[in-house]
């Protein structure tokens, strides 16, 4: 069973690909109203925030992994972010590519 849109953005805090949308059943019209300006702002191309405002790190996290593409992880301090080991701070989210 595929993934309901919701489902989609509570896994990945927020944020959503062009793809995502699709599969979870949203027309391709849908999908571009929603990219209109004062909605879902981009983060990088195909990648979405499906809220307004001030994106956080760690929805910042998530656009940069799914931006990366499949085989992508976050890594070194930002994995140790996502895991509340360490403060979060500013600066480069720094991932691992397959």
């Known amino acids: 069973m595929a993934a309901t849109l919701e489902d989609i953005k509570r896994r990945q805090r927020g944020v ?3 793809t995502q949308t699709r599969e979870a059943g ?3 019209d849908t999908t ?3 990219h209109r300006p004062g909605r879902w ?4 191309r ?3 925030a499906t809220f307004t405002g001030e994106v956080p790190r760690p929805a ?3 656009a940069a992994v ?3 593409g499949a085989g992508a992880a976050l890594s070194h ?3 140790a972010e996502e895991l509340g080991l360490v403060e979060e701070e500013a600066g480069a989210i720094h991932l691992l590519v397959q």
């Open 60 to 62: 910042m996290r998530w």
């Open 26 to 28: 949203l027309s391709a």
């Open 32 to 34: 571009r109203n929603l």
């Open 77 to 79: 301090r930002s994995a």
């Open 66 to 68: 799914l931006s990366a």
């Open 41 to 44: 702002p981009r983060l990088y």
């Open 16 to 18: 959503i690909t062009t």
């Open 46 to 48: 195909g990648v979405y």
